[in-house]
């Protein structure tokens, strides 16, 4: 594995590092890095369940940006340590390309079982910004009333799931969640999202990255695109 990635552009550098930035205020743990075909995958998590009874779904963020180089890397690292140096690539970068060194691997539990498909995506009816944004701030307010000032984890765990994994309205297979983290990491825009399904996963695209939701049960109710 190489120890160290090129980013091809400054400006591609300083949104990963935004992103990231986002992640980090819902989700301060890790982020998985896969380099291959010249392109750099950045996953964060968002929400994933925590044990064989938590039906929370997994939802996660994705930042694609392209490289310099062809190096081949999947690694799960710090996020805060990614941060870190990659903007040090950034304000030492004398050239358009900013190199960062790869942070040292972190251990996981959760990241090896996830792996998004990366063919057979099925595109369905596109969901809005605007719907989006309305679940989110929903579920915020409903979290915010339900739980009281001083409560144990595994109360929280169960509320948050509760609240994230009810489907949105006309959109059954999207859950809350999914308005969750489109929000959280910035990817809502003027236009709609475009929406695809493989198997269990239901893919979200924005002009600005991905949300990536994986259900208990193979999406229904999404219909095809419109023409």
Do not use: C
């Amino acid at each position: 594995m190489s120890n160290s990635l090129t980013i091809a552009t400054v400006a591609s550098a300083r949104d990963v590092v935004s992103f990231l930035g986002r992640a980090q205020r819902v989700w301060d743990g890790t982020a998985r890095l896969v380099a291959a075909d010249g392109y750099l995958q950045v996953y964060v998590g968002i929400l994933m369940p925590r044990g064989l009874l938590d039906r929370t779904p997994t939802v996660l963020g994705l930042r694609v940006v392209a490289l310099a180089s062809s190096d081949a890397v999947d690694i799960v690292v710090p996020i805060a340590s990614l941060i870190h140096r990659i903007e040090r690539g950034i304000t030492s970068a004398e050239s358009e390309a900013v190199t960062f060194e790869v942070p040292s691997a972190s251990p996981s539990l959760q990241w090896p079982a996830i792996s998004p498909p990366r063919e057979g995506w099925k595109r369905r009816l596109g969901v809005t910004s605007a719907q989006l944004e309305d679940v989110a701030k929903r579920g915020v307010q409903a979290i915010a009333e339900a739980i009281p000032d001083s409560v144990g984890e595994s109360v929280l765990q169960k509320v948050r799931s509760e609240v994230w994994g009810q489907p949105m309205p006309h959109k059954k297979a999207i859950p809350w969640a999914a308005g969750f983290a489109a929000d959280a990491l910035g990817l809502l825009s003027p236009r709609s999202l475009s929406v695809h399904t493989s198997g269990h996963w239901v893919r979200l695209t924005s002009p600005h990255g991905y949300v990536l939701v994986k259900g208990n049960n193979e999406p229904e109710g999404l219909g095809e695109p419109e023409d």
